[in-house]
């Protein structure tokens, strides 16, 4: 999968070295409660749609290129900067979305049945602000270690790209 990955990369032609420094956002210490009035002002309006009306972002969209992209790093909550997932877990399912099969802090990423489709789907949304990020397939066959997909909106997400050692 990972030879996949890196052969499909290369394909884009759009390999960037362009790199900006930056740090991980501090990790929320409760729970973060706001308004929809100040989520809006914080929020773009895609991200709004995603994490606040659980809106799905069209696949193969520009977060979805991003994702290919990006090499070690960590993936936080782009509502709240909650710790969600890591490079170390990411994978190309072909999908559309960013996909991983682990989160890198499971506290911070909660799991509930979402019927809203006409069918069971597992919606995982951030434990800590409560923001939609995607849902949770699980038993497709992907060859990782869990046989889960989590299928994550790229507007949800936040990358910090790891400190060259
Ligand atoms: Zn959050």
Redesign the pocket.
Known sequence: MMTLMLALGACSGRESNKRTVTTPPPE?ATQ?IKSDAEWKKQLTSEQYRI?REAATERPHGKGYEEFRQQGAGTYH??????L?FSSDHKFDSGCGWPSFYDPAKAQ?VKLSEDHSMGALRIEVT??????HLGHRFDGEGFHTPTDQRYCINGGALKFVPAEKP
Do not use: D, E, I, S
């Open positions: 929320p973060v994490l909550c782009a509502g709240c900067g909650a969600l911070n951030c434990a800590v602000c409560g923001g």
